[in-house]
C-alpha cells in the first residue's frame, strides 16, 4: 500500500535514507508497502490528509472550483470549428457569421 508523506525539502535526504521515494508527477515523497511505519510517524499526514494519503496512484486529488476557473459566456457566444484566427477569418468562419446575420453580405 502506497502512503504520501509530507516531508519538508530540509529533511529530504533522511526520509530518502529511510526508504522514501520521490513521485515527480504528484510532487511528493510516499512509502510503498513498509509494514513498519513508525521511523517515517513525523512526516505523515494527520486527520483528513490521510486519506488522501494512501489514495490509489490514479486517483486525482479532489479540487474545489473557483469563481475564476469557470468559463463564462455571452448570449453572443459562438465557438467557430476551423483553425483560423479570429481577427483574421476565414471563409468557413465567414459563413457561420453571414448565417447568423452578424456580418453585412
Same mark, same amino acid.
Given at each position: *500500500?502506497?502512503?504520501? $508523506? +509530507? !516531508?519538508?525539502?530540509?529533511?529530504?535526504?533522511? =526520509?530518502?535514507?529511510?526508504?522514501?521515494?520521490?513521485?515527480?508527477? #504528484?510532487?511528493?515523497?510516499?512509502? +510503498?508497502?513498509?509494514?513498519? *511505519?513508525?521511523?517515517?510517524? #513525523?512526516? *505523515?499526514?494527520? &486527520?483528513?490528509?490521510?486519506?488522501?494519503?494512501?489514495?490509489?496512484?490514479?486517483? =486525482?486529488?479532489?479540487?474545489? *472550483?473557483? +469563481?475564476?476557473?469557470? !468559463?463564462?459566456? &455571452?448570449?453572443?457566444?459562438?465557438? $467557430?470549428?476551423?483553425?483560423? $484566427?479570429?481577427?483574421? &477569418?476565414?471563409?468557413?468562419? #465567414?459563413? !457561420?457569421?453571414?448565417?447568423? &446575420?452578424? $456580418?453585412?453580405?
Amino acid at each position: *500500500m502506497r502512503t504520501n $508523506l +509530507q !516531508v519538508p525539502f530540509a529533511e529530504k535526504d533522511e =526520509a530518502k535514507a529511510l526508504g522514501a521515494r520521490w513521485d515527480p508527477g #504528484r510532487r511528493t515523497w510516499y512509502v +510503498q508497502n513498509v509494514a513498519d *511505519m513508525s521511523p517515517f510517524a #513525523r512526516w *505523515m499526514p494527520a &486527520g483528513a490528509d490521510a486519506a488522501a494519503a494512501s489514495a490509489p496512484p490514479g486517483a =486525482a486529488p479532489a479540487r474545489k *472550483m473557483s +469563481q475564476a476557473s469557470v !468559463v463564462k459566456t &455571452g448570449a453572443a457566444f459562438i465557438e $467557430l470549428a476551423c483553425d483560423c $484566427l479570429p481577427w483574421e &477569418g476565414c471563409a468557413r468562419c #465567414r459563413e !457561420v457569421l453571414l448565417a447568423r &446575420g452578424w $456580418l453585412a453580405r
